[in-house]
């Protein structure tokens, strides 16, 4: 990261994992966050420390601070190489922005059509909603008047059919 994250302490990496809070069991250490805080990476510290040489690359402002962490390690001179690679080649930038851009339109587009699908999946479940309450009002309804009908009184028809005094009333009006 570019900016610092956790203010309360100078350390510059650390290691998250998942863990289960009322336990504290490790969920899983197939799965962790690796932090690294650019902005705490010390100038004066010289340590042949791995993830501290990868900071110190990823931090890097000039070609010649590049160069000279190419020469410290295999690896950030493969990466150096790449980045050389990735930044001389237009035709290799211009696809690599091309492939970044598809991915975010597909993201964006796959947002947006899962919200266009929850909206008429609510739509629909209104519908059927409206439609089988407005049955089974009707259906009431009939009940409450075939009750009355057969001469019951509004007690034996609130318990028949499990509605309230003033349901029962407000359908016999």
């Given at each position: ?14 290691t998250?994992g998942?863990?289960?809070?009322k ?11 690796q ?28 070609k ?6 190419a ?8 990466a150096?190489e ?10 290799k ?9 598809a991915?975010?339109d597909?993201?964006t ?5 899962e919200?266009r ?15 089988r ?16 009908a ?22 016999l009006?």
């Amino acid at each position: 990261m570019d900016f610092i994250h956790f203010p309360e302490d100078t350390e510059c990496y650390r290691t998250i994992g998942l863990l289960n809070k009322k336990t504290n069991a490790v969920y899983s250490d197939k799965l962790e966050l690796q932090i690294l805080e650019l902005k705490k990476l010390p100038g004066e510290v010289r340590t042949g420390d791995d993830i501290i040489n990868w900071m110190r690359f990823f931090n890097g402002k000039s070609k010649e601070e590049f160069e000279r962490m190419a020469k410290t390690s295999e690896y950030l001179g493969e990466a150096y190489e790449a980045l050389q690679k990735l930044s001389a080649d237009d035709q290799k930038r211009l696809e690599y922005e091309a492939r970044e851009k598809a991915l975010k339109d597909y993201n964006t587009q796959i947002g947006s059509a899962e919200r266009r699908g929850e909206k008429r999946g609510e739509k629909r479940g209104e519908k059927r909603g409206e439609k089988r309450g407005i049955k089974k009002g009707i259906h009431l309804t009939k009940r409450v008047l075939s009750l009355q009908a057969q001469g019951k009184s509004e007690q034996e028809i609130i318990a028949e059919c499990g509605i309230t005094a003033e349901e029962v009333r407000e359908i016999l009006a």
